[in-house]
């Protein structure tokens, strides 16, 4: 079955401590992107990437890292998380540049107490 | 400016009737592509329909078509024949690709709610 995963789908953490949100899509998608849902807000891009080793800024990186090693997998890396990286967070998937589709993971609700 | 506006924070529609979702963007590239997504309550993003810049024909998936204007800078959503499990938040999307990739931008989400 064609899918974008994420893991975990839910994560309380506290401040400072590091953690990875895992992404993987078996679609051999080029384009991957990470977006977090808040409130009022709909969807904000964080990052992108349109292929292995290439990544790029979205609309509120700051933050965040990324890494694109192999095609399928785009973690996203908090290093220190703050309250304020408390949200819904969605990793999505793509054909390449002027993608036409765009497939998402189920999310995952991150809460930085 | 918003690269993507929805107006309207909430809409009702009766069952079987059908209703206009609004969506207005603000992009100078030329190559872009407009997308709605439907996320029921259970919180995933369901892909609808993509329309493309260069398109000359109006996207249609089934109940959904979209309503793209370009001179206007509009792309409404038109469900028809609304169902009860039409109820949800719907967004509207823009994808630019004018520098270095797919730049996404999502607009604010309009709530519908089908009545029986």
């Not at chain 1, 789908?9 to 992404?23: A, D, E, F, P, Q």
């Not at chain 1, 891009?45 to 349109?50: C, G, N, P, T």
Request: glycine share 8%.
């Amino acid at each position: 079955e064609a899918q974008v995963t994420q893991n975990p789908r839910y994560l309380i953490t506290v401040t400072g401590k590091k953690l990875t949100v895992t992404c993987s899509q078996n679609m051999n998608h080029e384009y991957m992107s990470w977006y977090r849902q808040d409130p009022g807000l709909g969807l904000r891009q964080i990052y992108y990437s349109m292929n292995v080793e290439v990544t790029d800024k979205g609309d509120v990186p700051e933050g965040y890292k990324v890494s694109r090693k192999e095609k399928r997998n785009f973690p996203l890396i908090l290093e220190s998380p703050s309250p304020n990286q408390t949200s819904l967070y969605f990793c999505a998937s793509g054909q390449g540049r002027h993608t036409d589709t765009q497939y998402f993971g189920p999310g995952t609700r991150l809460t930085v107490l | 400016a918003q690269k993507i506006t929805q107006t309207q924070p909430g809409m009702f529609v009766q069952e079987k009737e059908a209703v206009t979702l609004d969506c207005t963007y603000d992009t100078s590239d030329p190559s872009y592509g407009l997308f709605w997504y439907k996320q029921p309550s259970s919180g995933e993003m369901i892909f609808l329909i993509y329309q493309g810049s260069y398109d000359q024909q109006n996207a249609t998936e089934g109940r959904y078509s979209l309503n793209f204007q370009k001179a206007r800078k509009s792309a409404n959503l038109v469900i028809s024949a609304s169902q009860l499990g039409d109820s949800a938040m719907y967004f509207c999307a823009m994808r630019e690709s004018m520098n270095t990739g797919n730049q996404f931008y999502f607009g604010t989400g309009t709530s519908l709610t089908v009545i029986p």
